[in-house]
């Protein structure tokens, strides 16, 4: 087996392995059925592929959780596009509207 080949299994075995991460944002309140998901594209060079969205929940309400995820597929089309293409899954769920007489949290307000 040749010397650069010997180390295939290995490196396979790393990104592989290495490609599951998830990281959450969670606020106050009570969450509601509304939520989306997107698949957002960046890179590690700076380069903008485009206008960046905001997302908002219905009304005044603001968001309950965000969460962003990168699987091993990402990663592996993070590798071999050199980073040019950096996929990453981004789901989001609303706050719950509460009925009359309560007051719905807003960064900034004490719990």
């Known amino acids: 087996m040749n010397v650069p080949f010997k180390f295939l299994p290995f490196v396979l075995l790393l990104i592989l392995c290495s490609g599951c991460l998830s990281y959450v944002i969670e606020g106050g309140g009570e969450k509601e059925a509304a ?8 890179n590690f060079y700076g380069i903008n592929y485009g206008e960046r969205k905001s997302v908002k929940c219905p009304g005044d309400l603001g968001l ?23 996929p990453q899954d981004v789901e989001w769920w609303c706050q719950k509207k509460i009925k009359s007489g309560g007051n719905v949290w807003k960064p900034g307000m004490k719990k």
């Open 35 to 42: 939520s989306g998901k997107e698949t957002v594209v960046k």
């Open 64 to 86: 309950y959780k965000v969460e962003v995820s990168q699987n091993g597929l990402n990663v592996i089309a993070s590798v071999f596009s050199l980073g040019f293409y950096v």
